[in-house]
């Protein structure tokens, strides 16, 4: 099952190489990663998505809350939670392709934000599932690059992940 | 306070820590700190002869006083010789503080002279390491560095110091910190005592209890309330390999260790179980066998420090999260009480009928004392391990490599008292023995170290003899030589059909008597059965000198009982060449 765990870590050097070489220490995949500082400086918030059976991922936040860096640490998969992933895709887009690109793209609401003679980049938020279809139904289309920002989350309501 | 370098902050740092030894080995990156504590600093130094010796002898420091142990290290290969003592001290979570030099900040990732990612090469086998930036934050880094390394489940700590932040011209203020506080690491203080009251019910109420003591006992000094818990409720107790000690090894109710080469009752009366108190022990592969068939009618109560240990490989009933001391007085507390209120818990019918069981068990297979097979002059392994008890009346630190001699040593020297054996456990490090013993000698000056090693494990840190002559560390090596590479031989003749891929050394070995002598120690060669115990006296007379006592043993012997894998359960035992459960 798929899974996001977000957490608080220090904002200090190391500190993310200390959490990404857990994952391969201990056998586990990450699928997207996600981080940067907030707006306490002193704190990094990460998010981080990958797939396990409940044991597994039970085990997996043990050993990341074991981290000295790590402060605070949430499964936002555990209850109701709003997750956006970012990307911007670069596709050809001349001829007939040129329209049904910027259609495809407002039908997803997406935007383009770089236009140049011969290709669209297009920039589109959304959960990972929505990005995925619409790389699908890109698939006409010459796609010429693809860069995504892997899931960044927040739970829903008044809970908070915060010191 | 006067201003200091950061040469001076460390050497002072350590003296306001209390730190007893510092063992370590200069280098062009830690010269300014060399200088510092040349020049004034109380803690006296420890030469080793390579730096992975001096990682084992803070280690074997620690293990038996309970203190962090402290290592100064070079940069580049310093750092990365003093890994393997690092990945010891942290797969049985000892607590250490390792300061390793670095080349000058400015030359960091050029590839420079003695150069090594020390923080990255350290990552997977440390509790926490910390890169140090500004000079100014040296004493609270080395705080933080020993707080970390000896709360919780203890650990290694590695402080990288770029050499420039050393330096003797730069002074700054210095204070060192009493506490410190971090937002990021809390260690649990005490248990649940919602958990520690089911606990106490379930325990009660088992027919067929046994208590599982790990290493987390002896670590979190909960062996005298563990003995007491143990003792009034008359159930029986077996320990891993790391454990051993934390109950009296010669206490009737003590039914050996466990696991793949424990004892046949221990094994036994775990499988047969039907609730297992599980302190401060990990349920590590090398005591489950096959992890679907272990122990299949026991519920289990699980305590330890560290949460990530419970349920991490078998699901715990109830688990403990908490200092193992702390949780044992509540739980004492708890059973107390249950009983007062009803007298008839735990049932005396019951837990009658399984100590029977397991004096049945113990009759039958008790542990070999004579010869198993075969008629020869040869000295038996165990017999060694035998002759060194009586000589030692029991009371010796033990410390030992890793390999056949290493499980005789587990198997027949019982330990009463907790921090007497000393071996790598976890990540099981040949090698560790000697330099061990060389920490252990140098915190008990007064008392017995013996060193159970065999010529495999020995030469692996055979240098460090010249750094027992100059401490004068008398320690007895008490080498069980059958020119093999025992334990590696033992799976060959019992997986590999005889097959002795390089566990021999056709004929090189060393003549380990001259060895030792040319150190400036005695050597002595025992062959004869009827010698063993006169040399073992002998050696134990000379208080003041080391003596390496090179024992030839019978090469063909093999470590009994043994865990017969794949799998197998707790009671799937190999208990001699032909015989099995």
């Known amino acids: ?163 | 306070m006067g201003l200091l370098s950061g040469g001076e902050m460390i050497a002072r740092a350590l003296e306001d820590e209390g730190v007893e030894y510092i063992f370590g080995y200069p280098g062009g990156a830690v010269l300014h700190i060399y200088d510092a504590l040349f020049k004034d600093c109380k803690v006296p130094h420890i030469l080793v002869r390579h730096e992975q010796a001096a990682t084992h002898a803070a280690d074997g420091y620690a293990r038996a006083t309970g203190k962090p142990g402290v290592v100064l290290v070079t940069s580049g290969p310093g750092a990365t010789n003093a890994i393997t003592g690092i990945a010891t001290a942290y797969m049985d979570s000892i607590p250490m503080v390792v300061l390793a030099g670095q080349v000058q900040s400015h030359l960091i990732g050029e590839d420079a002279f003695q150069e090594t990612d020390m923080i990255g090469i350290s990552r997977p086998i440390v509790k926490h390491s910390f890169m140090v930036k500004r000079t100014e934050d040296l004493p609270l880094i080395i705080k933080k560095a020993f707080h970390i390394a000896c709360s919780g489940r203890p650990g290694p700590v590695v402080i990288d110091i770029p050499k420039d932040l050393t330096r003797p011209d730069a002074v700054f203020e210095y204070s060192y910190p009493k506490t410190v506080k971090m937002r990021s690491y809390a260690p649990a203080q005490r248990g649940h005592t919602g958990q520690i009251k089911k606990a106490a019910k379930l325990l009660l109420a088992a027919k067929r209890p046994i208590i599982y003591s790990g290493g987390g006992v002896i670590m979190g000094d909960g062996s005298e309330l563990l003995t007491q818990l143990a003792r009034k409720l008359n159930y029986p107790v077996t320990s891993t390999l790391m454990g051993l000690g934390g109950f009296p090894g010669s206490d009737p109710q003590f039914l050996g260790m466990l696991g793949m080469h424990g004892f046949y009752e221990a094994n036994m009366a775990m499988h047969h179980s039907d609730c297992i108190l599980a302190v401060g022990a990990r349920f590590d592969d090398r005591v489950t066998n096959t992890v679907d068939k272990f122990c299949p009618g026991a519920k289990i109560i699980h305590i330890d420090v560290d949460p990530a240990s419970i349920s991490k490989i078998v699901m715990a009933d109830i688990p403990i999260v908490g200092p193992v001391h702390s949780v044992l007085a509540e739980l004492l507390t708890q059973i107390d009480a249950l009983i007062e209120k009803d007298q008839a818990v735990p049932e005396k019918g019951a837990l009658g009928r399984w100590w029977q069981q397991i004096e049945e068990w113990r009759a039958a297979q008790g542990l070999f004392t004579g010869r198993r097979y075969g008629e020869s002059d040869m000295i038996m392994p165990q017999q060694v391990i035998q002759s060194l008890y009586r000589a030692t009346k029991g009371d010796a630190y033990v410390t030992s490599d890793v390999g056949q001699h290493q499980m005789f040593a587990a198997q027949y020297y019982p330990f009463d008292k907790p921090r007497r054996w000393i071996n790598s456990g976890g990540l099981g490090t040949m090698g560790f023995g000697l330099p061990a013993a060389m920490g252990v000698k140098l915190a008990f000056p007064d008392m017995e170290v013996a060193c159970v090693t065999g010529e495999g494990s020995i030469q692996m840190n055979i240098q460090e003899l010249s750094t027992c002559t100059q401490y004068n560390s008398a320690i007895k090596i008490i080498n069980l030589r059958n020119n093999n590479l025992g334990m590696v031989k033992q799976w060959q003749d019992m997986q590999y059909e005889g097959r002795h891929a390089m566990s021999t050394y056709e004929d090189s070995l060393p003549d380990f008597v001259k060895l030792a002598e040319a150190y400036g120690h005695v050597g002595i060669e025992v062959k004869k059965l009827t010698d063993l115990d006169g040399a073992m006296d002998a050696a134990f007379a000379m208080k003041d000198r080391l003596v390496f006592l090179d024992i030839f043993i019978d090469p063909m012997e093999h470590v009994y009982p043994m865990h017969i894998a794949p799998n197998g359960s707790m009671n799937d035992m190999w208990l001699s060449k032909n015989e099995r459960t």
Do not use: C, W
């Open chain 1, 1 to 163: 099952m798929r899974r996001i765990i977000s957490m608080l870590m220090e904002n200090e050097p190391g500190a993310l190489s200390r959490v990404v070489g857990l994952f391969s220490q201990r056998g586990y995949n990450i699928e997207t990663l996600n981080v940067a500082p907030t707006d306490d400086p002193t704190l990094s918030r990460l998010t981080l998505s990958t797939v396990g059976s409940d044991l597994r991922i039970e085990q997996l936040t043990k050993q990341l809350n074991k981290l000295v860096d790590v402060v605070k640490l949430a499964e936002l998969t555990d209850g109701a939670h709003i997750e956006r992933d970012l990307m911007l895709i670069k596709v050809r887009a001349t001829g007939a392709a040129r329209e049904e690109v910027k259609r495809t793209t407002d039908i997803f609401r997406g935007q383009i934000v770089d236009v140049g003679p011969t290709v669209y980049t297009i920039q589109l938020t959304g959960t990972s599932d929505k990005l995925d279809a619409f790389v699908a139904a890109m698939a006409g289309a010459e796609i010429l690059e693809v860069v995504r920002s892997g899931v960044a989350g927040i739970s829903r309501g008044e809970k908070v992940l915060s010191l």
